[in-house]
């Protein structure tokens, strides 16, 4: 029965942990690839609306603020290239809205969560007689096995919102990742065809 109950712990935990994995590996590819959209001396700190922390004004690198005490995210100011194309700003705008949503969606179940687990072991002490607090005033918890009964219903009764927002998590980094390929190969025939157009100057001058 031990045994039994501590796989099931592992496994709930365990999965729960893969959800928030997929947001933190996600936002470390997108930083790490930023630098494709070139150099900057603006900062994209109008959309951010979920953080009172802000760039300095001369930064010219994306921006990564403190966690958010609802979601646990940190928030991303994206920097604005000079001389911005449609398709950058495209990507840019995308980028941005995926960080609001992944959000909003952790600020509700993160909210949630914490709701339904302070609620399972209130009533679960109140069936044994047990307040929420000892008589010294520390808070009453419950061991390992009593709390795998509830992360194991939170994760079936969420597991079709889970699969949704991992679904619509993919379906975006995949349009990211297609829109930086875009900008990455027209920055690349750019360079090439000024290379180009300056080479015969160059050679004349000579």
Same mark, same amino acid.
């Given at each position: 029965?031990?045994?039994?109950?501590? #796989?099931?712990? $592992?496994?709930?935990?365990?999965?729960?942990? *893969?959800?928030?994995? +997929?947001?933190?590996?996600?936002?470390?590819?997108?930083?790490?690839?930023?630098?494709?959209?070139?150099?900057?001396?603006?900062?994209?700190?109008? +959309? +951010?609306?979920? #953080? *009172?922390?802000?760039?300095?004004?001369?930064?010219?690198?994306?921006?990564?603020?403190?966690?958010?005490?609802?979601? +646990?995210?940190?928030?991303?100011?994206?920097?604005?290239?000079?001389?911005?194309?449609?398709?950058?700003?495209?990507?840019?705008?995308?980028?941005?809205?995926? @960080?609001?949503?992944?959000?909003?969606?952790?600020?509700?179940?993160?909210?949630?969560?914490?709701?339904?687990?302070?609620?399972?072991?209130?009533?679960?002490?109140?069936?044994?007689?047990?307040?929420?607090?000892?008589?010294?005033?520390?808070?009453?918890?419950?061991?390992? @096995?009593? $709390?795998?009964?509830?992360?194991?219903?939170?994760?079936?009764?969420?597991?079709?919102?889970?699969?949704?927002?991992?679904?619509?998590?993919?379906?975006?980094?995949?349009?990211?990742?297609?829109? $930086?390929?875009?900008?990455?190969?027209? *920055? $690349?025939?750019?360079?090439?065809?000024?290379?180009?157009?300056?080479?015969?100057?160059?050679?004349? #001058?000579?």
């Amino acid at each position: 029965m031990d045994v039994r109950m501590s #796989s099931v712990v $592992m496994k709930s935990l365990t999965t729960w942990r *893969n959800l928030r994995a +997929n947001v933190s590996s996600a936002v470390k590819c997108r930083l790490c690839s930023s630098s494709s959209c070139g150099q900057s001396k603006q900062q994209d700190t109008t +959309n +951010n609306k979920w #953080s *009172n922390s802000r760039p300095a004004a001369d930064s010219t690198h994306d921006w990564i603020g403190p966690p958010n005490p609802l979601s +646990n995210l940190r928030p991303i100011v994206y920097h604005v290239p000079e001389n911005e194309s449609p398709l950058q700003r495209r990507l840019r705008t995308l980028r941005q809205e995926t @960080e609001d949503w992944n959000h909003q969606f952790w600020t509700k179940q993160n909210f949630t969560f914490n709701k339904e687990k302070h609620a399972f072991i209130t009533s679960q002490l109140k069936e044994k007689g047990l307040g929420v607090r000892d008589e010294n005033g520390r808070r009453r918890s419950l061991d390992s @096995e009593e $709390m795998a009964k509830f992360y194991k219903n939170f994760l079936d009764e969420n597991r079709t919102r889970h699969a949704n927002y991992n679904r619509e998590w993919y379906r975006r980094n995949f349009t990211i990742t297609l829109l $930086m390929a875009r900008v990455t190969l027209r *920055n $690349m025939w750019t360079n090439v065809r000024l290379k180009k157009t300056s080479s015969p100057s160059s050679s004349s #001058s000579s």
